[in-house]
């Protein structure tokens, strides 16, 4: 059975860094398989941040996301990750990781698995 | 603003069928056949019902169906029931390496 199993929830104040972590298992995780994180404020839609293939950490990005956050993998642990490296209040939402079916062009076609989401909330 | 535009809600009662749209543009819903629907019940996480405009992931009953005409696509929940009370979410492939998003639409079920 496929599980992504996510980190849990951050409290952080503006300017904190912060790693938030995405552990898949019940599947190869460098075989053929991306990762892709999501973005959901408080009340609103899904966005999608961007992807990564773990086996060789080839990495795209939203570009509404690109240089706003880093998405890197461990193989040997089987993890994903997404990073800040200075948190704005805006940054406040639940982040999910997720594994698309397949991808198109580079970017992902639908996600059928989904981690549960961890709850970033910064506030000073 | 969402790239796709949902209306904020919809209903219908207990075995009436309720059609849900997800208006895009020629670049996105227009342009591919690569929309995808996801429903999402309260604290929880989104859950696939439909991928490529109209296939059924494995689980997802057949009472969920989803089409495309133009720059509109279409996710319809025939026979409702009660637990299909939830937020439901269209996306699209978009070229130009992104994948778009609607405002999502909470599907009411009286």
């Known amino acids: 059975e496929v599980q992504l199993v996510q980190s849990g929830a951050e409290v952080k104040k503006p300017g904190e860094s912060l790693q938030i972590s995405c552990k898949a298992s019940g599947y190869s995780f460098t075989s053929g398989y991306w990762i892709a994180w999501l973005r959901q404020m408080p009340g609103k839609g899904l966005e999608w941040i961007g992807i990564i293939y773990p086996a060789d950490s080839d990495t795209r990005y939203s570009p509404s996301f690109q240089g706003q956050v880093t998405i890197s993998a461990d193989k040997s642990i089987s993890t994903a990750y997404l990073q800040w490296g200075s948190l704005k209040a805006s940054d406040s939402a639940i982040y999910y990781c997720a594994r698309p079916i397949l991808m198109i062009r580079g970017v992902p076609d639908a996600f059928a698995f989904w981690g549960q989401g961890t709850m970033v909330t910064v506030s000073s | 603003q969402s790239a796709l535009t949902q209306p904020p809600s919809a209903s219908g009662s207990p075995g009436q069928s309720v059609t849900i749209s997800c208006t895009g543009t020629?670049?996105?819903?227009?342009?591919?056949?690569?929309v995808s629907w996801y429903q999402q019940h309260p604290g929880t996480a989104p859950k696939l019902m439909i991928y490529?405009?109209?296939k059924r992931p494995s689980g997802v009953p057949d009472r969920f169906s989803g089409s495309k005409s133009a720059n509109t696509a279409s996710l319809t929940v025939s026979g409702l029931q009660a637990e299909d009370e939830a937020d439901y979410y269209c996306s699209s492939y978009a070229g130009s390496n992104t994948l778009v998003f609607g405002g999502g639409t909470k599907l009411t079920v009286l």
């Open positions: 020629s670049s996105d819903v227009g342009g591919y056949s690569y």
């Open positions: 490529d405009v109209s």
